[in-house]
């Protein structure tokens, strides 16, 4: 059964890689990206000076990272500290709370989604995302980038794929909280490189993550897969 398969389809090269690595056979492991159909324009909601986590708060998120990074920015920063919102559940909603009740710039929201979620995104400065695991693409960059926002990510896993340092956002080495709390600094001093990457981003998505784009790959992807002679086939 397992040697019949045809082909693996992975979401990013990296998790083709990394199953390439595992024994399965390179010339039937593909890498195609999930597929995002843009808003028709990025919201021109004004800047409302916080940045913004999306997800799970679990540890291969990057939590602790994330928290580290942050008392790290508030210790240079003092007073003109931006806020930090983190929005999601999981195991670590605890450590969040309790850092949010020690930090004013820091809040914690839970789950968000609708109308909510395009605000906390609209009116981001950075979309960040700290993932300590191998993320296999990590949609948030999409939605960042769907509202022209930069991302300040890990470099790890997929998210090396998306964010393209200095181009769409900044990427830290993963768990470097001084990193990562630098790269806030760096970003915060400065508008118009905030700008410049959140716009950059919007049109990366354009140009590479299209329905049409997706379609046109998978179709190559399957007419090489049906014109390969399988030992064993009739």
């Not at 930090?103 to 981001?124: F, H, N, Q, Y």
Request: hydrophobic share 45%; aromatic share 8%; proline share 6%.
């Amino acid at each position: 059964w397992f040697n019949s398969v045809r082909a693996w389809v992975a979401v990013s090269r990296f998790a083709r890689e990394r199953l390439v690595e595992a024994g399965l056979p390179p010339e039937r492991v593909f890498a195609l990206r999930h597929f995002w159909t843009p808003r028709a324009l990025a919201p021109r909601t004004a800047d409302r000076g916080h940045y913004l986590f999306l997800g799970r708060l679990t540890p291969e998120k990057g939590i602790a990272v994330l928290l580290d990074a942050w008392a790290k920015v508030r210790k240079i920063l003092r007073a003109q500290t931006p806020r930090l919102v983190l929005c999601g559940s999981g195991p670590l909603e605890g450590q969040v709370a309790r850092a949010a009740a020690g930090d004013p710039s820091i809040r914690m929201t839970g789950v968000v989604a609708g109308e909510e979620k395009d605000r906390l995104l609209a009116g981001c400065r950075a979309v960040i995302v700290p993932s300590v695991w191998w993320e296999p693409l990590g949609l948030v960059v999409y939605e960042a980038y769907d509202h022209a926002r930069p991302v300040l990510a890990a470099r790890s896993g997929g998210l090396a794929e998306t964010v393209i340092a200095g181009e769409t956002g900044l990427v830290h080495p993963p768990a470097d909280a001084g990193a990562l709390a630098r790269d806030v600094i760096r970003i915060e001093a400065d508008a118009a490189l905030r700008r410049r990457l959140g716009e950059a981003g919007r049109a990366w998505l354009e140009q590479n993550t299209g329905p049409e784009r997706w379609l046109d790959s998978f179709r190559k992807i399957l007419a090489q897969v049906l014109a390969e002679k399988i030992p064993g086939d009739s």
